[in-house]
């Protein structure tokens, strides 16, 4: 039997060099870099303040060394990297919503998370967008102080508990979980599904009608109140290190103080939605550049017919046109942010951001398995992992067609939702 990725011609994954990854970890053994180790042909990252530039090139560079081959087992067995959340929070990705970085610091240290595991970026996404976004602007100064310093630094996580078994695009109008006031406590029942952290979470923010008046308000529910049951949804194609749940709320009872103030009727949940649906985009343009990272090495290693493959016109134009997908997505996210700063972003920019970037991602790591033959198929080559990953990004957080709709009706003037 030969030795994989000898004679053959073959890498073996443990062989298969991501570039800057191999770099980065001082593997002496591994290919020189190739020209543009970063793939930032557009200098996106030079519009960042010189302080933001280091920053960004420390996290990086740990993100690279410490989280990108490591997630491909966790990836596998469908399991939770528990010891790496402490340095996530070492370099500050519990804090990004507000550490009071620019726009654009914050939406490229989400390509990179991306970059380096979708899973863990829909974990910090998540987490500062919609956890620690939710309670800094519509908690309490109680909860503020009970809640934000564990989250920030990662010692405390939230889940996010909006969609419901029957209610996705429709939860506006459908959300069927209630909440009724009784003798000073909240008591809480209903079913929530598709809930990311769910079952390892400290608190779930769980959004339910108010039977007094109608309205969806925003409840921190911890979950280890009686009558609160989390099950581990497996058996997933993609985000497989995401511990994704179904949530059962059955009589839970919290206290009437565990109500965000801020968060009385669902207009307030839709702008922080806006941004999250906003943040999916960076993941977008994130999981494209990990599978031009991944292509480019592997076509710079992988030999047939007695050259490397990059020296091919079919693999070269692959390339190419992943590496342009993923530019495209950056530069666009980018502007994205500066309407950010300037206060104008709406959900139209959110909807068209979420759904290019992510419907270039899906086109983008198709052709990269293409590119990688039968080893394109296997997470052991990530490329298959990335492939799985991205059809996530293309319907969560708001799926492609309802965004598409979106976009749709802010240029026409006409609704074509029902």
Known sequence: MQPQGSASG?????????????????????????????????????LLPPDEQLRYQEVRDFLQS??????????NREEFPFGLLAELGKYGLGGLQTDGTSKLFKGLMYVEVARADVSLSALVGIHNELIVGMIDQLGSEEQKARWLPGLTAFTQLGAFALTEPDHGSDIAGGLATTARLEGGEWVINGAKRW?????????????????????????????????????????????????????????????????????????????LLRDSRAW??????????AAFDVARSYSLQRRQFGKELARFQLIAQQLAEILGNATAS????????????????????AAMAKSTTTRLARA???????????????????????????????????SYEINSLIVA??????????
């Open 66 to 75: 410490r989280i990108r081959a490591a997630s491909i087992d966790y990836w």
């Open 280 to 289: 999916v985009g960076w993941q977008g343009a994130g999981i494209q550049l």
């Open 10 to 46: 073959q890498p073996a994954p443990a062989e298969l060099s991501t570039g800057t990854a191999a770099a980065v970890a001082g593997d002496a053994g591994s290919p020189p870099a190739p020209p543009f180790p970063d793939a930032d042909l557009m200098y996106i990252v030079d």
């Open 409 to 418: 009706r802010a240029v026409t003037g006409k609704s074509a939702f029902v």
């Open 195 to 271: 809930i990311g952290a769910g079952t390892i979470a400290d608190f779930a923010l769980v959004w339910a009608r108010d039977v007094a008046d109608q309205q969806i308000k925003g409840f921190i529910v911890e979950t280890d109140r009686p009558g609160y049951t989390a099950t581990k949804i497996a058996n997933k194609i993609g985000l497989r290190i995401m511990q994704n749940a179904d949530i059962v709320l059955d009589e839970v009872r919290i206290p009437e103080a565990n109500m965000l103030p801020g968060a009385t009727d669902f207009s307030k949940a839709n702008e």
């Open 330 to 349: 950056l530069a666009l996210m980018a502007q994205l942010a500066r309407i950010q700063e300037d206060g104008k972003l709406e959900m139209v920019q």
């Open 364 to 398: 983008s790591v198709a052709m990269g398995r293409s590119l990688m033959g039968g080893n394109g198929i296997s997470s052991d080559y990530e490329m298959g992992k990335l492939f799985g990953d991205a059809e996530i990004l293309y319907t969560y957080e708001g």
